[in-house]
């Protein structure tokens, strides 16, 4: 119940492509949805975050849609670069809980 | 120095020594976290601090002892250590807002390797 599902373990897009990452979880009490961004050497930061009252959420070339029903959201990355290869963390926390819950995260390669 | 900073980056030990992981935040924040991040595996929650008291230990083992001095410094104290605990050990921070979506603030990992 507390899982946070991640999709695909790693991802292979061309430049100027769609990335498309998926999460699932089982928790409808899970009320926050954030995406961080990891590089190598670095820790993960946050990139963009959605709350269960919208469907979608764009920032830039990145969009959230939620899926509500589904219990599932996805990680959108139009027209993608090289500089976007990185591990992506999908999470979700409930309430004034601290405690996020992390995917197992998606090594996302964009080729030149 | 801002964001949050953390030492050693690297660190090799034996199963027998005692280290201790250091973490700073410059942000002015009052909770903080350990996390292991470990290959193929979601990043595990271990510890959080919220205005220096712990407020959630994830049945850590007892050979990771954190310490939460004040605000700003979390440590991570090792020993006896095995060696499936080699992983990258991550600090991060946030306002410890209640109530409200808490973005946490991550630090660059500690890399253990216990031989």
Sequence with gaps: ???VKQSPQSLIVQKGGISIINCAYENTAFDYFPWYQQFPGKGPALL??????VSEKKEGRFTISFNKSAKQFSLHIMDSQPGDSATYFCAASMGSSYKLIFGSGTRLLVRP | ETGVTQTP???VMGMTNKKSLKCEQHL???A?????????????????Y???????????????????????????????L????????????????????????????????VL
């Design chain 2, 50 to 80: 919220n205005f220096k008291e712990q407020t959630e230990n994830n049945s850590v083992p007892s050979r990771f002892s954190p310490e939460c001095p004040n605000s700003s410094h979390l440590f991570l104290h090792l020993h006896t």
């Design chain 2, 28 to 30: 002015g924040h009052n």
């Design chain 2, 82 to 113: 095995q060696p499936e605990d080699s992983a990258l050990y991550l600090c991060a921070s946030s306002q410890g807002t209640s109530g409200a979506p808490d973005t946490q603030y991550f630090g660059p990992g500690t890399r253990l390797t």
């Design chain 2, 32 to 48: 903080m976290y350990w996390y292991k991040q470990s290959a193929k595996k979601p990043l595990e929650l271990m510890f959080v």
């Design chain 1, 1 to 3: 119940q507390q899982q």
């Design chain 2, 9 to 11: 980056r690297h660190l």
């Design chain 1, 48 to 53: 963009i975050a959605i709350r269960p009252d």
